[in-house]
Nanobody
Framework: QVQLVESGGGLVQAGGSLRLSCAAS????????MGWYRQAPGKERELVAT???????NYVDSVKGRFTISRDNAKNTVYLQMNSLKAEDTAVYYC????????????????WGQGTQVTVSS
């Protein structure tokens, strides 16, 4: 089994910063893409940012220039540095990863974390 555990959420004023972390543990041979998604009340879950195992990144337009995704492959951990936070960034943020659990199994399985709340007060 694979577990993704997020941390770093909380309450912050508009214009402030937060750093989210997500550590993957369990039976892991390798991890391909890792990413962050968010879901605001009454809205669908949306992609925020992704990072490949090679470090290539992708962002939703609304966070470009404000958020930075990174990862530490040795620690199986992905980070999301969030700067210049806005009230509309308020949401539950979920970590996501494509994990290959055994060397003998070439297929990647997709896993989600439990989510961490980010609240930005205006």
């Amino acid at each position: 089994q694979v577990q993704l555990v997020e941390s770093g959420g909380g309450l912050v004023q508009a214009g402030g910063s937060l750093r989210l972390s997500c550590a993957a543990s369990g039976t892991i041979f390798s991890i391909n893409d890792m990413g962050w998604y968010r879901q605001a009340p009454g809205k669908e879950r949306e992609l925020v940012a992704t990072v490949t195992s090679g470090g290539n990144t992708n962002y939703v337009d609304s966070v470009k220039g404000r958020f930075t995704i990174s990862r530490d492959n040795a620690k199986n951990t992905v980070y999301l540095q969030m700067n210049s936070l806005k009230a509309e960034d308020t949401a539950v943020y979920y970590c996501n990863a494509d994990v290959r659990i055994f060397r003998s199994i070439t297929r990647y399985l997709n896993y989600w974390g439990q989510g961490t709340q980010v609240t930005v007060s205006s």
